[in-house]
């Protein structure tokens, strides 16, 4: 308990949770839109996470705003302990930064953000966190990435030792056999950035690729909400910032009022919470040109076999996970009761961060 007798947000979810894994270190980095505010919340509230740090990346939302979002949700979530760090404003190579406002809000909460600015980013680059964070706990530290993989390619050029330094390396990107979402073949995070992700997928690690196969599947709608928004404040912010969200998927995706919930899912399958139930070890590759830039190539030729062993396997796409985990995260949310901030918008209008932040939204949609 808190000073004061009274509980925290993070003490009451956990105390919600009946069983869990050992809590898994972790390291998020996200492009906090909509669905990574629920990611990070996610990992800030889950006794299976040890969360030792946030960083930020462009994506959904240019660097500024979405290292705002980071830190107002780990203060949200009573972890201000949760350090945040801000990492890169553009892609590593090749394309200019695309940003989906149109999906995620001008706040990247859904026009439903509270305006309010928290806490303050730590010293240093979120690679250079990331690398710092898993050299101060050898073999622990699971990175889970759920925006593009510019941070982490970074990191990799500042250490290259650093995938025998991790636990492992999960992230939310990528299609094995669903459709893209940018394009036919290519899902928006490693489209943002697909040679960041090249680098990723043949650096010296396995790759969890929690990717459009599982998370278009596992979807949040109005009842959904309706749950969230009758819990405490916590509940009522999120319910508020899926609005907008739910409205686009509806229009882009479902032909109803759903989203899908993306970023969470990483976490999870992260933590051991979230287990997935056909995940093969197999080749990838991410094409970085053409009509087909930004796809993930896995060779699920062994699908009829049960996958035998490949050599040089080094990605697990996770084919299928329990769509009910909607749920959990929703009881979870619930469970936290009240924010460790207030929720109502502070006065003025928030931010203007669409217009600060160079080219306009595509009609990508991000995750
Ligand atoms: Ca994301």
Redesign the pocket.
Known sequence: MSPGGAATPHERAAASVATHPAPVKMVLD????V??TL?ILYAALHPAVDLLGVGSVW??VDLETATRNCLHTVHLAGRPDVPVARGADRPLLQTDAVFAYHVHGDDGQGNAGTGRVVGEPVAGSAAEQMVRLAGAHPGEVEIVA??PLTNVALALGLCPELPSLVRGITI?GGAALAPGNVTEVAEA?IWCDPDAAAAVFQAAWTVTMVGLDVTMLTTLDDGHRARLAAGGTLGRYVAGILDHYIGYFAAASFGERRSCM??ALAVAVAAGTLVPEVAPLVRAYVSTEGRTRGQTVCDLRGMYMGYPEQEGARCQPVLRTDPAFADEVVDLLVAAGDAALPVTPVDGPPAPAASAAGPASSSQE??
């Open positions: 996200c492009d906090t839109g669905d990574d990611a994506g959904n759920v925006g939310m995070n993306h970023d991000h995750a």
